[in-house]
Every structure is written in C-alpha cells, then in structure tokens.
C-alpha cells in the first residue's frame, strides 16, 4: 500500500525586528501580538500532526506554542537561522554601504558576516536536520509532521526537497510551504505537490509531474 505523508514548513509570526527589517539571526526575541493574530488564521488548515519540532529560539518556540497548544515538540539549534555575527539586529540601510556586507549578499556563499556563520555550516546543520526528519518519517506510521523554523532553514529545507532555487517558495512570518511525500519503495520518496498554506494569500501552487522527483540522498 502506497503510504503519503505531509510536511509543514512554518516561518515563525512576527517579532519587533522583522517589523523594523533588521537580520535577527540568532538574536532571541519574542512574538509580537500581531504576529500571533497571523498566526491564528493559519492554525485551522493545520493537522494535528504526528511529530513536531521547532527552532529552539523563542520566537519560534512560541509559535509551536500557539499553533500545536498542549502538544510536545523537539527543539533543535539546527534549526535555527544564520548566525548575522556583527550584523545582528543591522538594517540594510545601515550597512549598505559596508564594501564586506555587499560582497556578503553578493555572494553569500563566499562570504561570511563578521563573526558571523558561515552559510555552509548554515547549509550543513539545515540538511542533518532534514535527514533525520525524513528517516523518522520513514520508520514510524507518521501521516503529518510540522517543522517551526526561520526563513532562511525553511528555504533550504523546500528547496532541497523540489530541487528548485532558494527563492522559488517566498514565505513571510507567520506563513508555511506544505509538502506532499509518497513512499518510494526504500528509504526513498517523491514529492506529489508542494503549496503555500496559505493559498489564498500567495497563489503559487505546484503539483504532479511539475515538480515530481525522488528526494536526495540515502534517507
């Protein structure tokens, strides 16, 4: 019998520094209330799920909180956002000018914020993580699991799964990507489709031979 399982990506709601565009890598801030009232609206068109986790900074924590109450969840520093070093809490407007942040957005795989994360490591700590989801997944009678992240793990998590560029799936706080699965025979799964959560605000949606493939890697 042919087993599917569903994955939701979520971004966390929004926090003061995503209001002000701040890089709030690592920084632990908390929700604000309309990044709560965001998240309400997406709360019903989640399932119970099967296996939770969540980043282990507030701010994501917080959103596991409001969307799964009462519900265990792991928490993994995996899955946490790039560490911006000296650029925490820095607005484009104020380094705009700096020749090393411009390199940085550049080429943000050559470069690295002043004691900062490398995005490798970021890339690294993202796909371990993946793994890990992918083999309990495949091991245990989960039909949902629901991921609490940061834009940039979120990113490289759907991006690795469709194979497609980073930016292909825009999420902001308070939103999520869900991600069908069907066993493939192994460790192996195809991807059946992948749509925003939030369909109505985003209106991208991809399914079937679009964006079919096997997912990489021995899982």
């Known amino acids: 019998m042919d087993r ?15 209001r002000q565009k701040q890089y709030i890598g690592w920084s632990d801030l908390p929700l604000l209330e309309e990044g709560r ?7 019903d068109q989640l399932p119970a799920a099967d296996l939770i986790y969540s980043s282990d900074l507030i701010r994501c924590v917080e959103t596991a909180e409001l969307l799964f109450p009462g519900r265990r969840f792991g928490r993994s520093s995996s899955l946490r956002e790039i560490h911006f070093g000296d650029w925490e809490k820095c607005t484009y407007e104020d380094l705009k000018d700096v020749d090393a942040y411009r390199a940085w957005i550049s080429r ?21 993580f993946l793994l890990h989801l992918l083999r309990t997944v495949t091991k245990q009678p989960v039909q949902s699991a629901a ?25 902001h706080p ?14 192996s799964w195809n991807l059946l489709q992948v ?21 990489r890697g021995s899982m």
Do not use: C
């Open 37 to 43: 009232e965001k998240l309400v609206k997406i709360k």
């Open 147 to 171: 991921v609490i992240t940061h834009g940039g793990p979120l990113r490289e998590m759907v991006s690795w799964i469709t194979g497609t560029p980073l930016w292909t799936y825009p999420v």
């Open 108 to 128: 943000p795989d050559h470069h690295t914020p002043p004691n900062g994360e490398r995005y490798a490591h970021v890339q690294r700590r993202v796909e371990r």
């Open 195 to 215: 749509a925003p959560i939030t369909a109505k605000e985003n209106g991208w949606k991809k399914n079937g031979s679009t964006v079919t493939r096997n997912t």
């Open 4 to 18: 599917m399982v569903d994955i939701y990506f979520i971004r966390h709601g929004l926090t003061e520094g995503n």
């Open 174 to 187: 308070g939103e999520g990507v869900k991600v069908k699965l069907k066993r493939a025979g192994g460790m």
